[in-house]
């Protein structure tokens, strides 16, 4: 293959954040005296955005329109004063993102994120590196599996999409590199797994950061 760049999604490929995700929703579930969830039942939650989540997170019988947008701003509010408290790099992230560079391929971010979100953590644990593009949800950009901010990065890196590869979690990942003409590459360490990878298109599938190396 050809690969000349990246486009990574965020949560659970590149950064650790189901900690701060976890707490902040589980605080906005005290708040309101709804039981709670673990870190576990989280990771299978994310990945479709924070609306998602927050709809996943209450019960049923609680999902009504008033109590949903209720909830949803008040987590807004907290996990915007949190999504950097213990978010950091997966291992292996930071030597991967050093040998990219090196390698002159370039790297950019498409996240479910909401956008505001996804260009904070971007700035506090990418810093060191050159980031092409980062884009989120929300505003004129439609949630993955559509491939638009997948597109709006290549065109912004200046490369054709066959020459891409798009490197996440999740089966929207997947079908997202799909959608958008893409290598899709499958990660183990973040929050789905090789099951849902492969049965939604995954490529290839890698267990640590340093295996990337070997598909470009």
């Given at each position: 293959m ?14 650790d ?89 370039k ?12 260009q ?29 901010g ?58 640590k ?8």
């Open positions: 050809n690969i000349k760049g990246i486009v990574f999604d965020l949560d659970g490929t590149l950064a954040s189901i900690e701060d995700i976890a707490e902040s929703m589980n605080q906005v579930l005290e708040e309101q005296n709804i039981a709670t969830h673990s870190i576990d039942t989280y990771k299978t939650f994310v990945g479709n955005g924070i609306r998602k989540l927050v709809e996943r997170s209450l019960p049923e019988e609680l999902r009504t329109d008033e109590f949903f947008a209720k909830n949803l701003n008040r987590m807004l509010e907290v996990y915007g004063a949190n999504c950097i408290n213990k978010t950091k790099l997966y291992p292996d992230v930071a030597n991967l993102m050093d040998q990219l560079q090196e390698k002159g391929i790297i950019a971010v498409f996240s479910n994120k909401a956008n505001d979100l996804t904070k953590v971007v700035k506090v644990l990418l810093a060191k590196w050159d980031v092409e593009f980062a884009i989120g949800a929300g505003g004129d950009v439609a949630r993955k599996p559509n491939p638009q997948a597109l709006m990065a290549a065109e912004k890196m200046g490369i054709p999409a066959s020459e891409l590869m798009f490197v996440g979690d999740s089966g929207v990942d997947m079908e997202t590199a799909k959608n958008a003409g893409m290598f899709g590459v499958g990660v183990l360490w973040g929050f789905r797994g090789a099951d849902e990878l492969k049965a939604n298109g995954a490529k290839a599938i890698i267990s950061a340093s295996e990337l190396l070997n598909h470009l």
